[in-house]
């Protein structure tokens, strides 16, 4: 018997990419990948005017999901949020006979200018980036989504190469 092949679809939203050396990086890792849709929402949506029926439609069509964005004054870019606010809505959600969403997996990528004692009881923002997001992972969750990785990237601009290949390997675990 053949096993289905999981298809992922990347959620990329960074309103300032060019500015972004580590996520170009991710960005072509994810390129030459079979079975991998990539879709930039800034690129997609630059007048904030969610398609939202077809974004609907299409992720029907994937098993898995990366949302990867950077944190943006403690929280997601606000395309991301437009885009969950519209996309997932709960009265379409209701309408539906099924929940479309429900027992697809989720990897959660946000990388972070700050250093990781930035990100603590100690540090500047004396919390987690984890207590930032947690409206997106409850969300997701909410929806019958699992939450399978969050990966924290602090100091973005600072990755070597090597470490750059040491987080694609992560990303690497979970499309497989």
Request: glycine share 4%; hydrophobic share 40%.
């Amino acid at each position: 018997m053949e096993s289905k092949v999981e298809k992922t679809l990347v959620l990329f939203a960074h309103p300032f990419l060019e500015y972004s050396v580590f996520n170009t990086h991710l960005i072509s890792f994810y390129q030459d990948k079979e079975n991998i849709t990539f879709r930039d929402l800034y690129e997609e949506y630059p007048n904030f005017h969610i398609a939202a029926f077809r974004e609907r439609k299409r992720i029907k069509n994937y098993d898995k999901l990366i949302f990867q964005f950077p944190l943006i004054w403690l929280g997601i870019p606000p395309l991301l949020n437009l885009w969950l606010s519209e996309v997932l809505d709960m009265k379409w959600l209701s309408k539906q006979n099924e929940n479309l969403l429900a027992g697809k997996k989720a990897m959660i990528i946000v990388s972070a200018g700050g250093s990781e004692h930035s990100y603590t009881r100690g540090g500047m923002y004396e919390k987690s980036i984890e207590d930032f997001i947690l409206p997106l992972t409850k969300s997701l969750e909410t929806l019958g989504v699992s939450v399978e990785k969050t990966l924290c990237v602090y100091a973005a601009k600072q990755k070597t190469i090597e470490e750059v290949n040491e987080i694609q390997q992560e990303i690497s675990k979970f499309l497989n």
